[in-house]
């Protein structure tokens, strides 16, 4: 679990809003090598502190990566991942996983989470390809009796995922 600190709210407002985020790190074979995946969900469903009365419903998490470069996941059955421009991720030699967005100040990452440990052949396929699949929302990683693939369709469904390519860098 981490706390990051982000504007919050689908306007871009100033305010500032603090969540518990649940990572999960994954491995997607592919045929030209495996695809590392990155999960971040937020489980209390904080709310965007200045969304519009009204308007759709929207997550803190899911406005932070809206506003800073992460692509709507509209179609699970024709998913498209945009490369996300200043967004890298990175994991240390003592287990910590970080996850930086354009706008973090550089005391105060995205995602910053101590300890993680990673799935078999995680590292090697981050760092062979350079970038890594980022999915963020109300995905429901703690859910452990559905099945992914329906978590993420549903989240989807509910037009409450984002994703994209970003940048790895190991050490």
Known sequence: MNDPAHPGGPSGGRSTVTFDLDVLLAVLPAPGGDVPLVFLDDPARTPAPDAD???????????????????????????????APGWRAGMDGHGTF???????APSQPFCRVEG?????????????????????GCIDIADHATAADRRLTAAVAGGMLATGAISYRPG
């Open 116 to 136: 993680l440990g990673t799935p078999p052949g995680w590292t090697a396929a981050a760092s062979r390809r350079g970038h890594l699949v980022l999915f963020a």
């Open 98 to 104: 970080t996850v930086r967005s354009p706008r973090d």
């Open 53 to 83: 009365p009204g308007s759709e419903p929207v997550t803190a998490l899911l406005a932070a990566c809206l506003r800073t470069g992460l692509g709507l996941v509209t179609d699970a059955r024709d998913l498209l991942v945009p490369f």
